[in-house]
């Protein structure tokens, strides 16, 4: 099995943040033929990474989906929640990521790839956006923690999900002088030093940041 994957791309590295943590035996590669070709679009339909293959050729598309594959397929070190409140949370996370978070960051994360001056209205505009929605997930976190069976809980696929993102939503702002912009967020603030305690968030996290660098440094 291979995974076509980048250490720029955050949906990238949550697939591979969970096949460390579970110990899969998978091929890291870089998408070939490359991304953004009319053969890799011929070939993966989503024309997006991350693409799990399968041994018998068999290919996956979509960081979540492919995720819940990888679970299903290898139950062992399961990092699904086993109650429905638990799963409703860890999808509740990944929405959130991809729905919430990620279209509030992407206008800034464009900024930054491009290669044109920035303006400072236009430039404020788009961090109150982020902040708005790191807003929403500051109460998001107060709500799940107030619905919590327990007062203990462990690594899911949703912590996972979200790091990823989470990562790009402060580094993102940071590179275009505007720091602290988590410093209001006391939950998130929380959770985001507990995620990267484990060993493995913490390196995909690293993986992300050289590759963000280099590319800033590049421009
Ligand atoms: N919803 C998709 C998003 C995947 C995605 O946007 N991948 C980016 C890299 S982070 C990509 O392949 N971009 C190539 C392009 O847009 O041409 C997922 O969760 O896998």
């Not at 991809?98 to 404020?124: N, R, V």
């Not at 603030?189 to 280099?214: F, H, R, Y």
Request: with cysteine.
């Amino acid at each position: 099995m291979k995974l076509l994957s980048s250490n720029f791309s955050p949906f990238s590295t949550r697939v591979r943040m969970l096949i460390a943590i579970k110990g899969l035996d998978i091929d890291i590669v870089n998408p070939e033929p490359p991304l953004r070709t009319e053969a890799f679009r011929k070939q993966f339909p989503l024309a997006k990474i991350p693409v799990l293959i399968l041994d018998d050729g068999t290919h996956l598309a979509e960081s979540w989906s492919i995720m819940e594959y990888l679970e299903a397929a290898f139950p062992t070190h399961p990092l699904t929640p086993d109650t429905p409140l638990g799963k409703a949370h860890a999808s509740m996370m990944c929405r959130y990521a991809d729905l919430h978070l990620g279209p509030a960051l992407f206008p800034l994360f464009s900024l930054l790839l491009s290669k044109t001056e920035i303006e400072a209205e236009s430039l404020s505009d788009k961090v109150s956006h982020l902040s708005h929605a790191l807003a929403q997930g500051e109460r998001m976190f107060v709500q799940m923690k107030q619905q919590s069976e327990s007062d203990m809980r462990t690594l899911h696929i949703g912590d996972i999900a979200l790091a990823c993102s989470f990562y790009f939503a402060l580094a993102t702002p940071k590179q275009l002088g505007v720091n602290d912009i988590l410093a209001p967020y006391s939950e998130l603030q929380t959770w985001w030093q507990w995620v990267q305690s484990n060993e493995v968030i913490a390196s995909g996290v690293k993986e992300m940041d050289c590759a963000l660098m280099q590319f800033v440094n590049q421009q």
